[in-house]
């Protein structure tokens, strides 16, 4: 079977899909094959339930073997973006984070505007009975819900799957002059300003308490994640704080 | 379960979903809750593989056990459409068939206009393995085609299904809702911050020389000028700036 090579659509063009804790091979073979069916071939999995590769998968991927052969398997969601500049997070339920919330459309939009000025991009979708939790959402920058039945909301994992790539194909079609604009801090870089930050206004009483401590970093975290900071942003806001520490409290 | 009340979603609004030669139940309920995702629930099976109902439907339905309990088993396609005025059916593959074919998106638009003019209106899909033959698409006056991936564009049944629902359910929205976030910071209140930063840091040497000082606080003031920011954002961001100066070059 040609799948390896028919598979490559798109390398290193389309977002990149992170599974996290996926829970049946079959729904793993069936995104595959929606992700394939809109020009998708990067595929990572987060913590699976099962050992993978698991062969479960395969004929559900009616073809697309390509996609699950090369698929990454990784420890963390943390490690899974790592390389990445800008995240996305599929879930049906609003939350009561302050987050950025895009549909699906207004989403791929922006991805493609993105990816033509040199963001890398993934978009990330939680385990099948559950969804993403709040503490998976610190990773990302936007929400992405589909303004679908608000009273059967919950979307089949390669259905929802299929809904971003759909519409990533389709925004496609047209391209748009570049922004001019640096390119967007990593992942990795942004992670480390903010433990930096964190531990930071710890030090100086920002959290009031340690019960609140969680969801006041969290919102503080997400502030940032959604600001759309350049490499030289992040390098800036480093020589903020550091001035701020060397101001000691003489404003 | 309260699956047959909250599946009455559009009664008699949607267009009927027509599943000719279905093979897998499996198929059928992952169709069902795709449907109900979409706010669909009028579902016609023609001459389905196995008999109906069958009990391996209902575990990919998810809960649209609604959508399923009321499916109607016709003998024949002229049957199932017999009552529709208008008829539309998905196949991935150009056919030499002389037929007008549009775009999901470009159909859901049409569907929706014809529906309000008061047209009853099916869409039809073909068994999971062969697609729709010549002869099953003289019942239908519009053929759909997805415009993904050609290299590899056989959809899984319940995409395709889903494919639709959804474009006709966003077709049919007179107003997406507002987006979940708090209100943006107004003018006043953000350069107010912006002074306090810029004192701030210049206390801590952050400006080099003075002649550094109006590039680098512009690009300051930027990078938080088109972060999107908050009311709610800057009072957070107050609070960060307090405890860093209180932490007193402690890190």
Redesign the interface.
Known sequence: MAGTD??R?SPGGGPRIILLRPQMAENIG?TA??M????LDDLTLVNPRDPWPDARAWPMA???NGVLERAVVRGSLRDAVADLSRVYAMTAR?REL??????P?AAAAEMRAAQWSGARIGVVFGPERSGLANDDLVHADTIVT????P??????L??AV??IG?EW??AGAERPDPPVCDPPVSKVELAAFLD??E????????FKTEELRPTMAR??RV?FQ????TGQ?VR??H?????????????
């Open positions: 028919r598979s659509v069936a094959r929606a394939l069916n809109c020009g009616s073809g697309a609003p302050r987050a950025r919330v895009l549909s459309r589909a303004p679908l039945n009273g059967f909301a919950s979307l089949n390669a259905q299929f809904l759909y194909y389709l930096r930050l531990a930071a206004v710890a030090a100086g009483g920002f919102n503080l502030l959604r600001a759309g900071l942003d800036t806001l020589g903020v704080v550091s001035a701020l520490l060397t101001a000691q409290g003489r404003e």
